[in-house]
């Protein structure tokens, strides 16, 4: 090796060419580096590694993100649908008018989160703790319960993939101990 190719990185192979040869030996690694030749032709390939990546990993992730984001809505709308019917119930004058109430109340949470298909009717369930109803001391429970549609799901997989997901949520609402009973005001 000469002093002239040790003084510059890179241009070893240069020097051990053979002389009055016209073929060129083959570039050092630095020098491939440096004008971005590419030894095997794969100019592209990364941008179509990562699309189908992309396509085959972010596209079921990102799904999964809007199942559990509408999941999640669901709970929080029946959670609150519970929780202000069993109040709007216990708090009525009369026992004819809180049912009324309580779907009132249903109806508010449901569409709040999103939920306007949902009959809130059919949804809500109330039970008494005593005959008759909203009698001072006794409780209420409330539960709501609807079916969640996924979204995106075509109808022709019903057989192998659920197209609904139910959601539950119970609330007991105690009627206050020092209320006047609605049947004698």
Known sequence: MTADAIARPGTAR???????SKERPAPH????????????GDHGNAVVEFLAAALLLL????YLVLVL???????????????EAGRSFTTATSVQGAPERAVASVRIALDDQGFEAVDARSALAVTCSSEPCL???SDVQVRVAFDVVLPGVPSFVHGVVPLAIPVTAE???????????????
Not at 29 to 40: I, K, L, Q, S, Y
């Open 69 to 83: 984001g509408r999941l999640q809505a669901a709970t929080f709308a029946a959670e609150g649908a519970a929780r």
């Open 135 to 137: 009698v001072p001391g």
């Open 171 to 185: 609330h007991v609402a105690p009627v206050d101990t020092f209320a006047v009973t609605p049947a004698t005001r």
């Open 14 to 20: 240069l020097a051990t060419a053979r002389p009055g």
């Open 59 to 62: 596209l079921p992730v990102l």
């Open 29 to 40: 690694r630095r020098e491939r580096w440096r004008t971005g030749a590419v030894p095997n």
